[in-house]
């Protein structure tokens, strides 16, 4: 795996500390793809990114999955910029592809709750897709509220507020290149 190294300690004050590197997303990322190819060898599936969060895992998901693939993205509020989940969704960007009859997969950055996933698995299935998976890059599991079948998971993670490769803390910090943890004790 050969990343190019960026010093990144600008952007990270002493509040933040890695969970999981760079090169431990890529790596995972390889095997992921390799999932996704099995799964769908002969079709050509949509994925769709969740945004914000999940732009940058579908971005460097799709350049492992040797295959072709559509993407689209759809923009849910679930948070606002609070760090709990009310279970109040609105749909704030709409899909633009007609899923109908087509493989789809939602792309997460990360499932806490499962709420928003839930949703958004509800909402797509009224479109009728061939088949409905998803992939996240990380699910807190412990947290999890409702039962939900999530088929490619990136790594699971311990119960924490976490940041970087798309996540963020307070809309900052999604350019941080590996995944941090958000030290309790900051303001
Ligand atoms: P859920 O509906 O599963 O509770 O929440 C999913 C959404 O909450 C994620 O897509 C993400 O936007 C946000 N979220 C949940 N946990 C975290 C976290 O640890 N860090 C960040 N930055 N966002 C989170």
Request: with cysteine; glycine share 8%.
């Amino acid at each position: 795996m050969s990343l190019i190294k960026i010093n990144q300690q600008g952007l990270l004050g002493d509040n933040y500390s890695v969970l999981i590197s760079e090169e431990e997303i890529h790596q995972r990322l390889v095997e992921l793809g390799d999932e996704i190819v099995n799964v769908f060898s002969g079709e050509i599936p949509i994925l769709i990114g969740v945004l914000n969060g999940g732009f940058i895992f579908l971005a460097d998901l799709i350049r492992y999955i040797n295959i072709d693939c559509e993407i689209d993205f759809i923009r849910i509020s679930s948070y606002g910029d609070a760090e709990e989940s009310t279970g109040h969704i609105k749909v704030l960007k709409p899909l633009s592809a007609d899923i109908k009859g087509r493989h789809v997969v939602v792309v997460e950055d990360i499932v806490d709750s499962g709420l928003s996933v839930q949703f958004l698995l509800k909402m797509l299935s009224a479109f009728e897709p061939a088949s409905l998976r998803v992939a996240t890059l990380l699910r807190k599991k412990s947290r999890m509220k409702v039962d939900i079948p999530i088929e490619f998971i990136g790594f699971d993670i311990e119960d924490k507020y976490v940041i970087g490769y798309g996540l963020d803390d307070r809309q900052i910090k999604r350019n941080l290149r590996a995944i941090y943890i958000v030290d309790n004790d900051r303001d």
